[in-house]
């Protein structure tokens, strides 16, 4: 498990909000860059720590505990400080953008409309320059599917949805951020992490050989603030085991560009 803090009762009793996500490069991910950019104090939950327990539904956390007035548990949700609930990584995005428009008045971008179209593109299906499947296959490839089916998958991802991804960021870029805002958005996370993703499938060879030369310095940049940066050394690494379903490629590999086809 892993967090901006550890998570022991000092760093929980310090945390403003708490991230309910299973310990995965998926989903919570986006919103794990957002809470460490922003400042925003966090700690990961301990009620669910394995997809294996949510699909069990011990102690009701999928079918009570993270409902939220929907029709069945989903994660990511947030835990407000007063103990309410934000389900949804898009309204959790918002929530963190709203929460944080004094001093990151640009999370949002100069259209709020265009920001949350580009971060909903990464589920969208087909995808928004017209392949079959979605962006978000990636999270899967990488954190769910066992070995077997990863294999089988990963190569017609990357010869279609990543390259057409990359090439279509190039359209979406204003002068250095998605949505010509003045600093990063949330959608500009949300992409960033698909693209990150990819990286780790591919050993950075779709960003390298595939993507226009505004998209890698897009993609440099956001690596680089500090934050994030920061961030991204901190977190388990790939074959580390604490990371991903086990089974996973990201579970078991160091590097699983080099074991894949």
């Not at 087909?126 to 999270?139: K, N």
Request: hydrophobic letters at 40%.
């Amino acid at each position: 498990r892993f967090s901006c803090a550890p998570l022991d009762a000092h760093s929980h009793a310090m945390a403003t909000v708490v991230l309910h996500y299973f310990p995965l490069r998926s989903r919570g991910e986006a919103l794990r860059f957002l809470l460490h950019f922003t400042g925003t104090p966090f700690a990961e939950g301990t009620e669910v720590t394995s997809l294996g327990q949510w699909m069990r539904d011990e102690n009701g956390v999928r079918t009570k505990r993270f409902v939220c007035g929907r029709d069945k548990g989903a994660l990511p949700v947030l835990e407000l400080a007063d103990g309410s609930l934000v389900p949804d990584s898009l309204a959790i995005a918002e929530h963190i953008a709203r929460e944080n428009a004094a001093s990151h008045p640009y999370l949002m971008g100069d259209s709020p409309d265009v920001t949350r179209r580009l971060w909903l593109a990464f589920d969208a299906d087909p995808t928004p320059f017209s392949t079959d499947g979605s962006i978000a296959m990636v999270d899967p490839i990488l954190n769910f599917f066992e070995e077997k089916v990863a294999r089988e998958r990963v190569a017609p991802y990357l010869e279609t949805t990543a390259k057409g991804l990359v090439k279509w960021l190039g359209e979406q870029l204003g002068a250095d951020y998605l949505g010509g805002s003045d600093g990063p958005s949330i959608a500009d996370f949300q992409l960033f992490h698909a693209v990150n993703n990819v990286c780790t499938l591919d050993g950075g060879k779709t960003l390298a050989e595939a993507a226009p030369e505004a998209v890698r310095e897009w993609y440099a940049r956001i690596a680089g603030i500090p934050e994030v940066a920061a961030y991204l050394e901190a977190r388990p690494k790939p074959g580390s085991k604490e990371v991903g379903n086990e089974g996973t490629i990201i579970f078991k590999y160091e590097d699983p560009s080099k074991v894949l086809p």
